[in-house]
Nanobody, 115 residues
Framework: QLQLVESGGGLAQPGGSLRLSCAASGFTFSVYAMSWARQAPGKGLEWVSGIHTDDSATVYADSVKGRFTISRDNAKNMLYLHMKNLKPEDTALYYC????????WGQGTQVTVSS
């Protein structure tokens, strides 16, 4: 059964850091591009970052470029999002997503940035 399980969310102060993780199972993780997206309260879904099947190519939304880093460990079937210099506007439910275009979503992990 295909699963994407996000973790690592929580409360962070402005300027702080968090690392999100996504554990993948039920499919051959290494052959799919992966992405992170987020949805802030009262707003639509925003794509955040994507990564090719290996670390050879990564892309970021302008809103997070230079602050977030996407990575993956194909041996462990894990996707990561390292977030630094967090801002209150980064508050959102963060989703891990399989393939481009996306064909499966995780349940999300909440990130709240507040002092």
């Amino acid at each position: 059964q295909l699963q994407l399980v996000e973790s690592g969310g929580g409360l962070a102060q402005p300027g702080g850091s968090l690392r999100l993780s996504c554990a993948a199972s039920g499919f051959t993780f290494s052959v799919y591009a992966m992405s992170w997206a987020r949805q802030a309260p009262g707003k639509g879904l925003e794509w955040v970052s994507g990564i090719h099947t290996d670390d050879s190519a990564t892309v970021y939304a302008d809103s997070v470029k230079g602050r977030f880093t996407i990575s993956r460990d194909n041996a462990k079937n894990m996707l990561y999002l390292h977030m630094k210099n967090l801002k209150p506007e980064d508050t959102a439910l963060y989703y891990c997503a399989k393939n481009i275009p996306v064909d499966y979503w995780g349940q999300g992990t909440q990130v709240t940035v507040s002092s």
